[in-house]
């Protein structure tokens, strides 16, 4: 593995936590834990590659939690979880999530889902900075790769909706598109 790409993993149960951050450091990745919501969001800090995520947690639970992570960062998301039934698969992935693994799962086969989200994410990303890591208007500059913009020159900060919506705009001028 050329990079060592950063994982945030979010469940209430430690020993699950313990697990999975010896076997996916064992793979060469940087681990990152939270037991709750609120250590999760400031784990973003971090700023992970990637997110497996349990839906079951006191406090903020994993659906209401992925909805918040969605306004920092724009990586793949795994839910982690009991919950089983169909509902709570399209919940979890209307919620933002990138992938449905239900408890109990083969730590072989959760490595292997997050190797392919992690090299389709990177390529994606590379992909997309490659092309034109600038957009530039008088008085905007988008830096893409780095998620920032400025106006006259004075850095401005969006959510990553609004980044992603105001790029996604920006290089696609003189379209009018539908609410």
């Not at 497996?52 to 659906?63: A, R, T, V």
């Not at 039934?85 to 730590?107: C, H, R, V, W």
């Not at 988008?142 to 909706?161: C, G, L, Q, Y």
Request: some cysteine; charged content about 30%; hydrophobic content about 40%.
């Amino acid at each position: 593995m050329e990079e060592k790409y950063k994982i945030l993993i979010v469940d209430d149960e430690q020993s699950i936590l313990d697990m999975l951050k010896l076997q996916l450091e064992f793979e060469g990745y940087s681990v990152y834990t939270a037991g709750n919501a609120a250590e999760a969001l400031d784990k973003l800090s971090y700023s992970p590659d990637i997110v497996l995520l349990d839906i079951n947690m006191d406090g903020m639970n994993g659906l209401d939690l992925c909805v918040s992570i969605r306004d920092f960062i724009s990586c793949p998301i795994i839910f982690l979880t009991a919950r089983v039934s169909e509902q709570d698969k399209i919940n979890g992935l209307m919620a933002g999530g990138d992938d449905y693994i239900t408890k109990p799962f083969s730590p072989n086969e959760l490595v292997a889902r997050v190797k392919a989200h992690l090299n389709r994410y990177i390529r994606l990303t590379r992909k997309r900075i490659d092309v034109n890591e600038y957009i530039e208007y008088p008085g905007l500059k988008i830096d893409k790769s780095a998620r920032r913009v400025f106006v006259n020159e004075e850095e401005r900060f969006f959510t990553t909706k609004e980044f992603d919506l105001l790029t996604y705009l920006a290089t696609h001028p003189n379209h009018v598109f539908s609410k």
